[in-house]
């Protein structure tokens, strides 16, 4: 496969090409094949280190980058800004630039402040990959989000996303819509007018005023988590409000196409945004989502070690 991304970094979808998002996807499927097959390992980044700076708490983001470079061989360490030098007042770039002294290949960052990702990958040498800043970006979640999409429709293009929830703090949102766009799939958003952004034109995605307008004939609909920690104040009156206006359950799934897929970047708040017989349902792929992201990650990883050696 011809290198279509030459980058030293991956910071975000909104400034990458149609062909660019696509050849991550392609070259994400060898490693779903090799994740599928009895040893799940290759060499391809054998003696290189990736760190994975957190300054943000995770689970499943960054357990999978953890679980992607360890089958591409390569040394994986977990740093937490919590026990580190961070919490006596050492600037971000300064615990950064101490770490790829260490002569750190890759970074794997996330961050609570939007540019983050941007800021580091301008001040080191060692390659960037944004795993979530602030409510900026998340691309390696958007990846395999469309990455789930294509396995299960054979296809992108012209599809209806549906992304409900917290529009305004979600990171994923935002590369979502960013990319579905170049895609050629059709968006529409749909939350508390509290969630959602002020300048929503600048998505270019159709704003529904109801539930029902925004699940009726989707193909793919995407709930979104509450973001309680990026919010300084309630948003909502209620939980309870919340999910009777706007989250997903059986009777609202009826609008949508019969073979719509029903997705959620996680972590899942229970009869919140979504009730728990449409989450385990044959129509959730959430579980799905969750095992691509090793195969984007691998992908992802692979594709910068590359561009390194290039």
């Not at 129509?283 to 992201?293: A, K, M, P, T, Y």
Request: proline share 2%; aromatic share 6%.
């Amino acid at each position: 496969m011809d290198t279509v991304y030459n980058k030293k970094d991956l910071i975000g979808l909104r400034e990458l090409s149609k062909e660019e998002i696509l050849y991550f996807l392609d070259s994400a499927q060898q490693f779903k094949d090799l994740n599928n097959s009895e040893i799940k390992k290759d060499k391809l980044l054998h003696g290189k280190t990736v760190i994975n700076a957190f300054f943000e708490n995770s689970t499943r983001t960054r357990v999978s980058f953890e679980t992607a470079a360890k089958r591409l061989a390569a040394d994986a360490i977990n740093f937490s800004s919590s026990s580190s030098s961070v919490s006596k007042g050492e600037t971000l770039v300064d615990t950064i630039r101490n770490m790829q002294s260490m002569k750190t290949d890759i970074f794997v960052l996330r961050h609570s402040a939007s540019g983050a990702a941007s800021f580091v990958a301008n001040n080191i040498d060692a390659s960037v990959v944004n795993a979530g800043d602030g409510a900026n970006e998340h691309p390696t979640q958007a990846l395999l989000d469309l990455f789930t999409i294509k396995e299960h429709k054979g296809t992108l293009e012209g599809l209806n996303v549906s992304i409900i929830g917290d529009i305004l703090h979600s990171r994923v949102a935002r590369s979502n819509i960013w990319a579905m766009n170049k895609l050629g799939m059709n968006v529409r958003i749909f939350g508390p007018a509290t969630m959602i952004p002020k300048y929503s034109e600048v998505f270019n995605c159709k704003v529904c005023k109801t539930m029902e307008e925004a699940v009726e004939g989707s193909d793919v609909i995407i709930m979104m988590r509450i973001q309680l920690e990026r919010q300084n104040e309630s948003l909502v009156p209620s939980i309870r409000e919340y999910s009777k206006f706007f989250g997903l359950n059986k009777e609202r799934i009826k609008l949508s196409n019969k073979d719509a897929i029903i997705m959620h970047p996680g972590p899942i708040n229970r009869g919140v945004e979504i009730n728990s017989d449409v989450a385990d349902s044959q129509r959730s792929v959430i579980l799905d989502q969750v095992e691509n992201g090793v195969a984007i990650r691998m992908a992802v990883l692979n594709i910068l070690n590359q561009n390194r050696k290039g």
